[in-house]
Nanobody, 121 residues
Framework: QVRLVESGGGLVQAGDSLRLSCVAS????????TGWFRQAPGKERELVAA????????YYEDSANGRFTISRDTAKNTVYLQMNNLKFEDTAVYYC??????????????WGQGTQVTVSS
């Protein structure tokens, strides 16, 4: 049974940083495309960042590019999303997902339960 568990969300002020973590059991991240999504109230879920199983190729949504970094610790089977210079519009529930056929898709097979990130202006 595959389980993804996110952590690291919280309430921060604009300009602050957060690092989200996603730990997997029953799945090896280095063998799967892994992504971070977010969903704000009233909006569709969107892909924020993704990393290919090889680790050499990363994707970032335009607003995240230059501020967010996705990385992976193979030994800990953990994927991270470092978020710097957070903005009010980054407020959302952030989800870890794995097992997609391609990077830029919502068709990820496995999902975590989400972690809330709230940025006060």
């Amino acid at each position: 049974q595959v389980r993804l568990v996110e952590s690291g969300g919280g309430l921060v002020q604009a300009g602050d940083s957060l690092r989200l973590s996603c730990v997997a059991s029953g799945l090896t991240f280095s063998s799967h495309i892994t992504g971070w999504f977010r969903q704000a109230p009233g909006k569709e879920r969107e892909l924020v960042a993704a990393i290919r199983y090889s680790g050499g190729s990363r994707y970032y949504e335009d607003s995240a590019n230059g501020r967010f970094t996705i990385s992976r610790d193979t030994a800990k089977n953990t994927v991270y999303l470092q978020m710097n210079n957070l903005k009010f519009e980054d407020t959302a529930v952030y989800y870890c997902a794995a097992g997609a056929p391609v990077v830029k898709t919502t068709d990820y097979r496995y999902w975590g339960q989400g972690t809330q990130v709230t940025v006060s202006s």
